[in-house]
Nanobody, 124 residues
């Protein structure tokens, strides 16, 4: 069993920065690929960024150059968001998937565990 908890979401102005955190606990954490997704009402859950245990990363085109995903040596994953835009407003979810090969997935249904989400609002 893996438990995930996001934090750090809040309201910010356009062009501002924010860092989201995801705390993971449970078993076999070293076999997990971690990802950030976001969702707004009426839209499907959208992949934002992913990272595996080799610290290889991948990003959605909409956030490349602005967002950075990282992890520390403990059980934490982060999403640094810079130059925020109104389009970034969403509920952000931390997800984890079991992958012995460390492969990424941009599909939410490939992820095995989810946090409750943290809300980010970007206003002008």
């Amino acid at each position: 069993q893996v438990l995930l908890q996001e934090s750090g979401g809040r309201s910010v102005q356009v062009g501002g920065s924010l860092r989201l955190s995801c705390a993971a606990s449970g078993s076999a954490l070293s076999d997990l690929v971690m990802g950030w997704f976001r969702q707004t009402p009426g839209k499907e859950r959208e992949f934002v960024a992913g990272i595996n245990w080799r610290d290889l990363t991948t990003y959605a085109d909409s956030v490349k150059g602005r967002f950075t995903i990282s992890r520390d040596n403990a059980n934490f994953v982060y999403l640094q968001m810079n130059n925020l835009k109104p389009e970034d407003t969403a509920l952000y979810y931390c997800g984890a998937r079991r992958s012995l090969a460390g492969s990424f997935s941009l599909k939410d249904y490939d992820y095995d565990y989810w946090g409750q989400g943290t809300r980010v609002t970007v206003s002008s």
